[in-house]
């Protein structure tokens, strides 16, 4: 009689794979909160896809997920490492060197990732390192198991077949005397088998134990002694010299805000992890074509005439209704006043201004010195500036796009032309001039609403900054354009307020709206992607009445 081989599932293998390499990340992440929270191989390598990704990839990215696009892609390299790892463990139950390689290379890609980040230094080696050693230890660990779990069912079959084999030499009855348990083979009794059961503890132990070690990984990574700086700061803001940021104009169009708070407004960067830049260790250096460099510390800019003035920020990225603006309080040192000290190269263009993360935006030279409020912002809100949007330090320029002006953590100022050099987003398709275009949008009612027949209002807000809106219309299903009534604005620096009262009649109805800047120039219904230089079309929406 023959039993055929008892041996683990293949995909016992994969398993012994994921395990190793969720016990690697949890290990990387740990390693990373001592070292640095950017050096985690997770983060280290996200970032270089950042970098390299298509800029098709990044728009798409944004239009699914907004804000949230940074914990997508974090969690689809997870989906994919694991994806590969499951590979690399069944490759390695027959050849374990090919799991190990793999392992190694993996390591490899991490610690580059990490060495070549701005601001690294060699210790940002250590975590793709330690995250390698453990993701090798442990695919080592649990495919010998796995070994033995085979050869354990191996010898038990050859042992049934000698039993068997013993039974039928005595007639085919073994014979027992009562109260004995049956003959076991010498080598079971030898050589106790390890169990599946074992080997699936073990390889969800090291899962689990990796998920924890991450968690705990994050969250002491995002310990450190910038928020208690942020919260000192506080009490040292100064004044704004001259009249403070206007008085904020009402609304009285329930649930539309002038002002957007800090903790809802909009965040789009490179950045997988926020930087945590200490005020004591900040400075930032002017330089590049100017005849007199300047470096001041976070105290020396503190102490500079500073105003206060509210400005609408927006993304390129925003899509035709889309969210991705905001208006806020800014608080910071006029940046025309700090490029008057450096006395500025005539023929230098541009304004490179530097992230201490490494990213760069190209701002014309002429629009930081035309007399706008152009800021080094170190208030939101009348609040230290979060450390998610810029703490300490921030560029505010009214009147264009974040990606050309609104550079966060800010750490160097460079002086050069557009000829010499493109910023970061330059070379991946999108314009090196980006004037914010006019835009205007529906906030009440929202798209899909059903709303009761009647007197209604209609209302949202519209954008031209440093041109400042003048008209906002409604149509109603192609109808005939009327003009909506607007709020009061701090400065044409901001988004306004609107609002149109609408006798809405039974049915499906359609909703369109768009703005006229002080030049008189009409938004445009042609409607273009965000790429290369902001979306244009109108805001169309459809409602029901009932």
Not at 321 to 326: A, F, P, R, S
Request: overall charge neutral; charged content about 15%; some cysteine.
């Amino acid at each position: 009689m023959t039993t055929p081989r008892t041996a683990a599932p293949r995909w016992y293998a994969a398993a012994a794979g994921v395990a190793a390499a969720a016990a690697a990340l949890g290990a990387g992440e740990i390693v990373a909160a001592v070292v640095d929270a950017r050096s985690s191989p997770l983060i280290a390598v996200g970032g270089v896809v950042i970098d390299k990704v298509p800029e098709s990839g990044k728009a798409l990215a944004i239009r699914l997920f907004g804000t949230n696009d940074k914990l997508a892609l974090e969690i689809g390299t997870v989906v994919l490492v694991c994806a590969i790892a499951a590979v690399f463990g069944l490759l390695s139950r027959r050849r374990l060197w090919v799991g190990l390689v793999g392992f190694g290379v993996f390591g490899a890609i991490s610690v580059a990732a990490g060495l070549t980040r701005a601001g690294a230094s060699i210790a940002w080696a250590a975590p793709g390192l330690v995250a390698a050693g453990v993701a090798m230890a442990v695919l080592w660990q649990l495919l010998t198991l796995l070994d033995r779990v085979d050869a354990a069912g191996d010898r038990s079959n050859e042992s049934t077949r000698v039993a068997d084999t013993d039974a039928v030499g005595t007639g085919g009855t073994a014979t027992v005397q009562q109260g004995e348990p049956p003959p076991r083979p010498r080598e079971w009794i030898r050589t106790p088998a390890p169990s599946r059961r074992l080997f699936l503890q073990l390889s969800a132990a090291a899962a689990a134990g990796g998920a924890v070690l991450g968690y705990l990984g994050h969250l002491f990574g995002q310990l450190s002694n910038v928020n208690s700086a942020r919260e000192a700061i506080r009490a040292k803001l100064p004044l704004p010299s001259g009249h403070p940021a206007s008085p904020i104009p009402g609304s009285d169009v329930a649930g539309l805000s002038y002002v957007t708070p800090n903790n809802v407004f909009y965040r789009i960067d490179t950045a997988l992890v926020v930087p945590k830049v200490d005020p004591a260790d900040w400075t930032l250096t002017i330089g590049g074509r100017v005849g007199k460099p300047l470096q001041l510390s976070f105290d020396d800019l503190l102490r500079r005439p500073m105003i206060e003035r509210f400005i609408t920020l927006a993304c390129v990225s925003n899509e035709i209704g889309g969210d991705l603006i905001g208006n806020a309080s800014w608080l910071g040192v006029p940046i025309a006043d700090l490029l008057d000290e450096v006395d500025p190269d005539p023929a230098a263009d541009q304004v490179v201004s530097w992230s201490v993360d490494g990213f760069s935006a190209g701002t014309p030279t002429a629009v930081l010195r035309d007399g706008r409020d152009a800021l080094l912002a170190v208030a939101m809100n009348g609040e230290p500036l979060p450390v998610e949007h810029g703490f300490p330090v921030r560029m505010v320029v009214p009147g264009l796009y974040g990606y050309v002006s609104a550079t966060k953590w800010l750490s160097k100022l460079e002086l050069t032309t557009f000829a010499d050099y493109d910023a970061y987003w330059i070379p991946r398709g999108w314009a090196q001039q980006a004037p914010i275009k006019t835009g205007s949008r529906i906030d009440r009612p929202r798209r899909g609403d059903q709303i009761s027949a009647g007197d209604y209002v209609v209302a949202g807000v519209a954008w031209a900054q440093h041109r400042g809106i003048s008209t906002v219309e409604v149509r109603v299903d192609q109808g005939p354009w009327q003009t909506a009534s607007l709020s009061m604005v701090a400065s044409i620096d901001t988004w306004r307020l609107w609002s149109w009262r609408w006798n809405a009649t039974p049915g499906d109805h359609v909703l369109e709206v768009r703005a006229t800047d002080n030049a008189g120039a009409v938004q445009t219904d042609r409607v273009a992607p965000p790429a290369p230089d902001g979306a244009t079309g109108h805001h169309v929406i459809a409602v029901q009445v009932s």
